[in-house]
């Protein structure tokens, strides 16, 4: 039987889902380490919270340079991210704030992943807001089938639909899905912005890479999709408004059947 | 600070949400075999899919008829009916094509002329290069389509989809009490 915790953190529902067989107090206790994961990064990086570091560095009371390291590192990732996708991804908002969102919460799902590894959990999911990581495989895994965890991707033009559903393994652990029908965190759109595609689907060998090129391809439309297949490992599934289907061989291959 | 105060009232409904969030597994489970409404796309639109081109001969006629039925996908059909309608002789033997560059990676075929038509096209280069990965194709090619959908009807533990805010979360847990009133 599978074991499932949800709370919430960031803005957003993560639900942690164990299929070892794991004691109830063996599972509280790794939940409470992914808890205590989400709840450390948000209170660094949450805007909304006054309190936090990076809303003191939005009021101009503390200078990025100084600030702490884990500060610098994660904005130095997200400007790496930003050169790596021509800046279709970025993490300086229109109005100059700089929010550090787009990454952590993937940060956070990559850092969860690690304390499950550590609390002895071998099958597992992170879900955070249907940002994606799994580890070896769940209960529906066949018995001869590579380890893998079957996972649904949402109908956006239906929320409460699946419209398709793929195989994630070790290769290709990490899934993030963005969309432009619920606009906000961390896509803007920027002038020139193209809106070709309603949801974008990355399967990525980590979480980080999947969100902010999710999001990139979100903003950045065919050009981006291409960029993105040509210099990262990765499956891609994009669905436009028309509710046309784009898809490369790599996506093809991890569909679930 | 709005989205402050939401997310302040989510937390005391995170109970509600968790629930939701199990509950719409479990009627997605159910809900499986339904909508291919967003499955309404044309057969027409072959972008992305076509753009080999090749120039295997100096005669731009064999050019013209060699990127033709160089297609190698869905407009084979036609190309295939103006090469064997066409009274050019082209000279045997086996013409390779130069390199094309597309978005997507290199392009080459080569053409064999035998008794003067065109006997085979052999592609040399896919529009793929570095990475097996890296070609894109559009649900015009109508096995993506049938692949992508055929999954739909797959078990699965987990659901991705874009950024479910607390916010709207909650705002249709709302509308959905306001309607059951």
């Known amino acids: ?47 909304y919270r006054e309190d936090s ?43 100059g704030v700089l929010d550090l969102s787009g990454t952590i919460k993937a940060v956070a799902i990559a850092q969860a992943a690690d304390a499950l590894r550590q609390a002895g959990a071998t099958n597992f999911c992170v879900n955070a807001g249907g940002d994606i990581v799994v580890s070896g495989r769940d209960d529906l895994a066949a018995a001869d089938a590579p380890d893998s965890w079957s996972m649904g991707i949402v109908d956006p033009g239906d929320r409460m639909q699946m419209l398709t559903a793929v195989r994630l393994t070790a290769k290709l652990p990490a899934m993030a899905t963005s969309g432009s029908a619920e606009r906000g965190e961390h896509i803007w759109l920027k002038p020139g912005t193209d809106q070709t595609f309603q949801q974008v689907s990355v399967l990525a060998p980590d979480i980080v890479m999947a969100d902010v090129l999710a999001t990139a391809i979100v903003a950045g439309g065919h050009a981006q999709m291409a960029h993105a297949v040509q210099n990262f490992p990765v499956a891609v599934f994009a669905i436009d408004h028309h509710g046309e289907f784009f898809a490369n061989a790599l996506f093809e291959s991890a569909l679930a059947n | 600070m709005r989205a402050k105060s939401a997310f302040a009232a989510g937390v005391g409904s995170a109970a509600i949400v968790a629930i939701g969030w199990q509950a719409g597994l479990g009627a997605l489970a159910q809900q499986l075999p ?18 080999t081109t090749a120039t295997p001969s100096p005669s731009a006629s064999a050019s013209a008829s060699a990127s033709a039925s160089s297609g190698t996908s869905s407009s084979s059909s036609s190309s295939s009916s103006s090469s064997t309608t066409t009274t050019t002789t082209y000279k045997d033997g086996t013409y390779t094509g130069s390199v094309v560059a597309t978005r997507y ?57 874009a950024t479910y805010t607390t916010q709207s979360y909650l705002q249709s847990l709302q509308n959905a009490l306001s309607q059951a009133k």
């Open chain 2, 34 to 51: 339904t909508s291919t409404a967003i499955a309404s796309g044309t057969t027409t639109n072959a972008s992305g899919t076509t753009g």
């Open chain 1, 53 to 95: 570091e990076i809303s003191q560095i939005a009021r101009g009371e503390l200078r990025l340079a100084d600030s702490s390291e884990v500060m610098r590192e994660a904005y130095a990732q997200a400007i790496s991210w930003r050169d790596q996708t021509g800046g279709a991804f970025s993490p300086d908002r229109p109005d």
């Open chain 2, 105 to 161: 990676g290199n392009s080459q075929v080569q053409v064999v002329i035998k008794g003067g038509k065109i006997s085979d096209v052999i592609v040399l280069q896919r529009q793929q290069v570095d990475t097996k990965s890296n070609q894109i194709s559009a649900s015009a090619t109508a096995t993506l389509k049938t692949k992508v959908l055929a999954a739909q009807s797959a078990s699965v533990s987990n659901i991705s989809g």
């Open chain 1, 1 to 47: 039987m599978p074991l499932i915790h949800s709370f919430e953190t960031m803005g957003t529902v993560v639900n942690v889902r164990v299929d070892d067989a794991f004691s109830a107090d063996q599972f509280t206790g790794a939940c409470a380490d992914v808890e205590a994961v989400f709840a450390a990064l948000n209170e660094r990086f949450s805007l």
